[in-house]
């Protein structure tokens, strides 16, 4: 089966990276991971994606001298593994218009508030401490505003009078490992011309 060629930009813990790890283990997903990108040696994604074997490249933004030295290495091993979507999945560094240029339209996000509302950092945070009944996850594609693209899927996830943080955070998370796969499927099946289902 053809699949889609995924780049996956990760900084940090990688449980997303994880999450659609496992789904494309499945020979009905039509998508496929062909590498790893990590701005920050060490941290626990990158031995998520060798235990996968996925080619995983370590390109640390303090090696250079300023943002798009930086990210024109990230743009080389995108395209030299020929990436149809680039999926940022905790990817703590903000892109650049010469980046997100380079793959209109074929950036996607995942942002654990349900944008417009809580953009940027904290966003758990900030919902937990505003007491409001619900927050939620999006995911959505990268323009170059900050959690701004045109959103393709989102869920809510209601906030109870007994949460703390840690257990609202942990609601949050088990909706983006399966809301993650869930948007990757879509836009891949586009893609491949299987599905009609799109923004
Ligand atoms: C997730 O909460 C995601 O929404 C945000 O960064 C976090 C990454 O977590 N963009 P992980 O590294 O995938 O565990």
């Given at each position: 089966?053809?699949?889609?060629?995924l780049?996956?930009l990760?900084?940090?813990?990688?449980?997303?990276?994880q999450?659609?790890?496992?789904?494309?283990?499945?020979?009905?997903?039509?998508?496929?991971?062909?590498?790893?990108?990590?701005?920050?040696?060490?941290?626990?994604?990158?031995?998520?994606?060798?235990?996968?074997?996925?080619?995983?490249?370590?390109?640390?933004?303090?090696?250079?001298?300023?943002?798009e030295?930086?990210?024109?290495?990230?743009?080389?091993?995108?395209?030299?593994?020929?990436?149809?979507?680039?999926?940022?999945?905790g990817?703590?560094?903000?892109l650049?218009?010469?980046?997100i240029?380079?793959?209109?339209?074929?950036?996607?996000?995942?942002?654990?508030?349900?944008?417009?509302?809580?953009p940027?950092t904290?966003?758990?945070?900030?919902?937990?401490?505003?007491?409001?009944?619900?927050?939620?996850?999006?995911?959505?594609?990268?323009?170059?505003?900050?959690?701004?693209?045109?959103?393709?899927?989102?869920?809510?996830?209601?906030?109870?009078k007994?949460d703390?943080?840690?257990?609202?955070?942990?609601?949050i998370?088990r909706?983006?490992?399966?809301?993650?796969?869930?948007?990757?499927r879509?836009?891949?099946?586009?893609?491949?011309g299987?599905?009609?289902?799109?923004?």
């Open positions: 089966m053809t699949k889609c060629s780049g996956i990760v900084s940090g813990s990688g449980s997303n990276l999450a659609i790890l496992e789904a494309c283990r499945s020979d009905d997903y039509p998508a496929h991971v062909s590498l790893v990108l990590c701005n920050v040696p060490g941290v626990k994604a990158i031995e998520r994606a060798k235990n996968f074997n996925i080619p995983t490249h370590v390109i640390s933004h303090q090696d250079f001298p300023n943002r030295a930086f990210e024109k290495q990230l743009v080389e091993k995108l395209e030299e593994a020929k990436v149809d979507y680039v999926i940022l999945a990817f703590m560094r903000l650049s218009p010469f980046f240029r380079r793959f209109p339209s074929r950036i996607l996000n995942i942002h654990p508030s349900l944008l417009p509302e809580f940027g904290h966003a758990i945070e900030r919902a937990f401490t505003a007491k409001i009944p619900q927050t939620g996850v999006t995911v959505h594609f990268v323009d170059e505003g900050t959690d701004t693209g045109p959103i393709l899927l989102q869920e809510k996830v209601p906030i109870a007994e703390t943080l840690e257990s609202l955070e942990e609601k998370h909706v983006e490992h399966k809301l993650y796969p869930q948007a990757i879509i836009v891949s099946e586009k893609l491949l299987k599905s009609e289902k799109f923004l």
